[in-house]
Structure formats: structure tokens, C-alpha cells
């Protein structure tokens, strides 16, 4: 038995795709192979494309059985195990690819869709016994495989802001937030410097593959029958099934990474501004709660759910820019992500399902709301610091003579707010209501509410 990970330039290079899920990645790898230590093997990781690894693995070695698991990714991976499948069939090659975290392939609707998810995330883990899976390729073998390949350096460096790959230290965040840090989860959830304790922060553990969303439900279902606050677990549990959820809906309509799953939005055409999508990456709209949570994410590839909301609600409806343009951008920096996740929240944020409520988050009254001493703005736009705490959240609310007072300059040492928000709110969300209301999108609303709605 061989282990394998391949890196492959075609995802590489892919605009979705950065360092820092690479390094998570390595990060990974390097665990497993400290586990496998004792038996005498390791991950053989190296860089190719699929195909040509293989037919020279197969030149090599006589291979019989291939295992994975079922992979919802982007459009390539898609096209990738097709083309794979295909080289398996001509090889006598069996492949077989093992169910992932809940999500069933090859449905055509709901029916059923949540006592099955129950059923499996109730069902044994497989346990890996070493006693008996111990006829591994040994080292030696790997480094003359190595040889003619284009092998992988594992290492990082090691960043005090993006959190550690690896399976040891997935579980000591489940650990640690079953032991203390859940406690909070409902009450913090929506708070961006809370929510980095009181959340689980598994996400990049479960998108990458270290944990599974399986053990992590057994775990809190066990954890449950003595814990101080179930609401907050169930709250939690609930969330591990939205990720199912999501992906379901993705893996059942993959065309969502490019387009509007509700058809009928394909006529919406905005016009771009290169400028005000530069300001939304580099943090600099002169919102201040809106660039405090960009420049977080940017920098330690994290913010909670409700500030994922808002940054690209800010970049559909306030700045009227696509969907699509936000989401490449966003999965670049988000050390978790998941491509079934994303694209279809993308898409809910937007307003482009057609079915879900149309949400156009307020930024300055979230700030209020969730950041209220202002801490979190703050750390992240430190240029705001002198000022008193209210001005903190609306700078341009400063009279000329309050800005001399504070030695401060709007336009100069913070921007002006690149739009109006109120009337930028107004405008998306008439056009948006409007098209609610558009044949093509009821009908496709339909059509959806009978494909991906849960019966
Ligand atoms: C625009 C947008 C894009 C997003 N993209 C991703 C992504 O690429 N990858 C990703 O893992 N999550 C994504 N999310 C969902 C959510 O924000 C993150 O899962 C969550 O913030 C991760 O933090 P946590 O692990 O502490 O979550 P917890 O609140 O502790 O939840 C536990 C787990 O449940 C799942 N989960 C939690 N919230 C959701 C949700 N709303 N929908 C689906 N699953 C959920 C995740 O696997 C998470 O790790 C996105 C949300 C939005 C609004």
C-alpha cells in the first residue's frame, strides 16, 4: 500500500487556490508522516498532473485498487476525475472513492436527504489498526520513486497568524472547545474578536480533511449528555449539517462556481470598477467595520460567519460588483476553503437564489452591534486609534473642527467612504426585488425549491 498526496499545477496555478492552503496542506502531511513513523513508510508527496504520476507509478508497480475519497471540488478536479476514471477503466484499475462527510453523490433531490446524513454520521468510524495494515511501501521504495518524480518540500514557515495543518492540532481545537470555549458559542457567534475563541475555528480542519465532520459529531453528541450548555451544542451540531447541507447542494449543481444556480439572474449585468474592488480587497472603503474585517481575514485567513456575510454583501449590493469576482478573491484568503460551501453562500448572500431571503447587512449598525467598544476596528484600522470611540466607527461623521481637535484628517490619514450606503442600499435592493418578481425567476425558484429544499 502506498500513500500518496499530489500536488498538481493545474490547481497550483488555479486563481482559487494560495500559499497559505498549500502550507495548511504540508502542514498535514507532515503530521501523518510523524504518525507513521513507526511502520517504516510516509506519504509519498510529489508534483504532477494525475495522469503522467500514474502511468509512470504504473510502470513501476502493478497497481489494483485506488482509494480516495468522493471530492466536491471546483470545475478541474471535476473534469480531472472524470478523465482519471476513464485512465482506471482502460488500466483494469479499481477505484473506489469513500463517502465524504455526509454528502451523497448522485441524488437528483432531497428526498430523504437528512435521515440518511443522520444514519451515517451515527454510524462506526473507521479505525485505523496498524496490526493489521502493515504491508505499507517502505521508505526506501519511496526515495527510489522519489527519485524520478518531482518531489514536495514540507516545509513552512511557521506563522503566528494563520492556524497550523495538521491533524494533532485539529484535535486539540476540538478539545479545547468542547473543554471550555463552546460555553459562549451562541452568545459570541456573530462577534468578530469573540468569535475566534468561542466558535470551534475547525473549519480548515474539516475543509482540508484532517478531521472528519463524523468524529466531530460523535464527539459532541457524546460530549452533550453531561455538558453545561446544550443549547450551544446544539446549536453547533446543527452547523455541522449545514456544511453537509451546502456541499450537497454544490455537488448536485457544480454549474454554482461560475453562475447563478436561479437562472433567471443571468441577466443582471453590473458594470465593474476596478477601483472599488481594489479598496474592498485592500481594506481601504472608509467603512471602517468593513475594512477591520477585511484586513483580519486577509491577514490571518479567518472571520466569522456573519462578517463573511457583510464583507460581500458590501461588495454586491453597496458596490454593485458580481458575485464571482468577490468569491475568487475570497476563497484565495480563506484558509478553509470549501468549495461547497462557498460558492452556494456566495450565491445566498447575493440574493441570486431566488428562494432565500434577500439580506443587505448595515455595516456601521453590525460595528455597533457586535464590535461596540470598538476593539476589533481598532486592532485593524489603527490609523482610527485617537479617535473617541463612536468616531471610530463613522469617521466622516467628524466636523472639520473635531478633526483638528483629534489631529486627524478624513481623505488623508483614513479614506472618505467610497459610497453612500443607504442610497446604494435602496438601489440593489429594488433591482434585486424587482427581479424577484421576474418570470424567468420564479420559475427557476421553483424548479430549485423542489431540487436542494430538504423534504
Ligand atoms: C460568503 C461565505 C463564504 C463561506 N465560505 C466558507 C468556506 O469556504 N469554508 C467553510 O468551511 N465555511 C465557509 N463559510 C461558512 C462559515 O462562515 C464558516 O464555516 C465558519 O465561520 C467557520 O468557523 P468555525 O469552524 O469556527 O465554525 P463553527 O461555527 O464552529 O461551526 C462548525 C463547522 O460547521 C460548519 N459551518 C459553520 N457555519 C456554516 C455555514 N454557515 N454553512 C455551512 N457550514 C457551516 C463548518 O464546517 C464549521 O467548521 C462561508 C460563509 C459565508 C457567509
Partial sequence: MLLLYVFEPTLLDDPHYSKRHWNFVKESISDINQELNN???????????????????????????????????????????????????????????????????????????????????????????????????????????????????????????????????????????????????????????????????????????????????????????????????????SRLRWQAHFIQKFEMECIMETESLNKGFHKLKKEISEKYQEAWRDGVTGIPFIDASMRCLSQTGYINFRMRAMLVSFFIHNLWQPWQDASKYLSKIFLDFEPGIHFPQLQMQAGETGINTIRIYNPIKNGLEHDSDAKFITKWVPELEQLPVRFRHEPNKLTNLEQKLYNFTLGVDYPKPIVNISSTRKKASDVIWNMRKDKDVIEESIRILNKHVIK
Avoid at 468522493?70 to 482506471?88: P, S, V, Y
Avoid at 462527510?101 to 435521515?115: P, S
Avoid at 481545537?173 to 468569535?195: D, L
Fill in 39 to 237: 511502520l517504516n513508510t510516509r506519504v509519498l508527496t510529489v508534483e504532477s498532473e494525475i495522469l503522467p504520476l500514474f502511468s509512470y507509478l504504473l510502470s513501476q508497480k502493478k497497481i489494483v485498487s485506488i482509494f480516495s475519497h468522493q471530492e466536491t471540488g471546483i470545475l478541474k478536479t471535476f473534469k480531472r476525475d472524470k478523465t482519471f476514471k476513464r485512465f482506471c477503466r482502460n488500466n483494469s484499475i479499481s477505484w473506489t472513492e469513500s463517502i465524504n462527510n455526509g454528502v451523497f453523490r448522485g441524488r437528483t433531490n432531497r428526498a430523504n436527504w437528512k435521515e440518511d446524513w443522520e444514519s451515517y454520521m451515527k454510524s462506526s468510524q473507521f479505525v485505523f489498526n496498524s496490526m493489521i495494515f502493515n504491508n505499507f511501501i517502505d521508505i526506501d521504495e519511496i526515495e527510489t520513486l522519489e527519485n524520478n518524480l518531482i518531489k514536495v518540500s514540507l516545509q513552512t514557515h511557521k506563522s503566528d497568524f494563520f492556524q497550523y495543518g495538521g491533524r494533532s492540532t485539529g484535535v486539540k481545537y476540538q478539545k479545547s472547545f468542547f473543554n471550555e470555549r463552546y460555553v459562549n458559542y451562541s452568545k459570541h457567534i456573530s462577534k468578530p474578536n469573540e468569535a475566534r475563541i468561542s466558535c470551534s475555528r475547525l473549519s480548515p480542519y474539516i475543509a482540508w480533511g484532517n478531521i472528519s465532520v463524523r468524529e466531530v459529531f460523535q464527539y459532541a453528541k457524546e460530549y452533550r449528555k453531561t455538558a453545561k450548555n446544550k443549547i450551544a451544542i446544539d446549536a453547533f451540531t
